[in-house]
C-alpha cells in the first residue's frame, strides 16, 4: 500500500469516527445505518489493497463531508439549546448531594450527641439542685433546637398531648423540671436518648426517652419545662426526624428525569428536510448505479453489492 493510500485509509477512518460520535449522540436509525453502510465500504477498500483508493476519498468528498458537516451543524445547535437544561440539571444535582451530605452527616450525627449533652446536663441540674446552687448553661442545650427545628422538627401532631398539666416542680432559675420526672431520671444515671423533635406553630418540643425504662419525658423548649409524658404515646409520630427538604428533594429528581427525558427526545428529533436528506442519503448508498459512477470496476460494484444489500436487509 502506498503513502498516498495509507493516507486516505487514515482519513477515511477518521471520518468514520466522527460519523460514529455524531450517530451516539443523535442516537438516530437513519444515522446509525447510514455510519454502518460507511464502514462496509471504508472495510471493502481497507482489505482489497488492489482497489483504487482515489475513489474512497471521492466517495467521502461527495458524500460523507457534506453529512458530516451538515449534522455536526445541527449537533452544535442541539447542544446551545441543551446548555440551559444541562446547567438547569447540574444545578439541581448538586442541591441533591449537598442536601444528601448535609442531612446524613450533620443532624444524624448531632442528634446522638445531642442526648450525651442532654444526659451530662440533667446530671448537672440535679446536682445543682441538691447543693442549691447554679452552674448549669442551658445553652448548652438550646442549640439544638435553633440548629434543626426549622429544617428537621415535625409540624403536625396534636399539641394537646404535647403539653402538660400543671405538675410538682423543682424550680431551676426560669425552669420548671417535674419532681417525678427528676426521679426517674436519677434512677437510670440521667442516660436519656432524644427521639425526636415537634415544631408546633412557634413552639418547639422535644421527646426523650430515659434508657432501659419505658419512660418518656418532654423538653417544651418555650414554656421552660420538663415532664413527663403521661399520654397514650401510639398517638404521637415518634418516628425518626427527617428533613422537611425531603420533598423538595423528591421534586427535584422528578424535575431532573423529566429534563433528561425530554433532552433525549429534544436530541433524537431532527427537522423533516434533515429526516428527507437522510432518506435520500441512504437511497443514494442502496442505489448502485450511483454507487457504481464512483466504483465504477465490476469487481467493486459486486463486492459492494453484496456487502450493502447484506446490510440492508439485517437492517
Not at 231 to 258: C, F, G, M, P, V
Request: net charge negative; aromatic share 12%.
Amino acid at each position: 500500500m502506498g503513502d498516498d493510500a495509507a493516507t486516505i485509509l487514515s482519513q477515511s477512518k477518521r471520518r468514520l469516527t466522527k460519523l460514529k460520535l455524531l450517530a451516539n449522540f443523535f442516537e438516530h436509525i437513519d444515522i446509525i445505518s447510514i455510519y454502518i453502510k460507511t464502514d462496509i465500504i471504508h472495510n471493502l477498500f481497507q482489505e482489497n489493497t488492489a482497489l483504487d483508493y482515489n475513489k474512497l476519498e471521492l466517495f467521502h468528498l461527495q458524500y460523507t463531508d457534506s453529512l458530516i458537516e451538515l449534522l455536526t451543524k445541527i449537533k452544535k445547535q442541539k447542544e446551545n439549546d441543551m446548555l440551559a437544561v444541562i446547567n438547569e440539571i447540574n444545578i439541581n444535582s448538586k442541591y441533591i448531594s449537598g442536601f444528601e451530605e448535609r442531612r446524613v452527616d450533620s443532624f444524624e450525627t448531632d442528634r446522638k450527641m445531642y442526648s450525651g449533652v442532654f444526659s451530662q446536663h440533667l446530671k448537672t441540674v440535679y446536682k445543682d439542685l441538691t447543693e442549691d446552687r447554679f452552674t448549669a448553661n442551658w445553652e448548652n442545650v438550646l442549640y439544638f433546637h435553633k440548629k434543626y427545628a426549622q429544617e428537621f422538627y415535625r409540624t403536625e401532631a396534636d399539641e394537646t398531648l404535647l403539653k402538660s398539666d400543671s405538675f410538682p416542680a423543682y424550680q431551676y432559675k426560669d425552669y420548671s423540671i417535674e419532681r417525678k420526672l427528676l426521679g426517674r431520671l436519677n434512677i437510670q444515671r440521667f442516660k436519656v436518648r432524644f427521639v425526636c423533635g415537634y415544631l408546633i406553630g412557634t413552639h418547639d418540643y422535644e421527646l426523650f426517652k430515659i434508657f432501659q425504662s419505658d419512660d418518656y419525658f418532654i423538653f417544651s423548649v418555650d414554656e421552660k419545662k420538663l415532664y413527663l409524658f403521661d399520654k397514650e404515646l401510639d398517638k404521637l409520630d415518634i418516628s425518626e426526624n427527617q428533613s422537611n427538604q425531603s420533598s423538595i428533594i423528591d421534586q427535584l429528581r422528578n424535575k431532573n428525569e423529566q429534563l433528561e427525558n425530554s433532552m433525549n427526545e429534544r436530541k433524537r428529533a431532527l427537522p423533516a428536510e434533515v429526516e428527507g436528506v437522510l432518506k435520500d442519503y441512504i437511497k443514494n448508498l442502496e442505489n448502485m448505479d450511483i454507487m457504481s459512477k464512483i466504483f465504477d470496476f465490476d469487481e467493486e460494484t459486486n463486492i459492494l453489492r453484496a456487502m450493502l444489500n447484506l446490510n440492508l436487509n439485517n437492517n
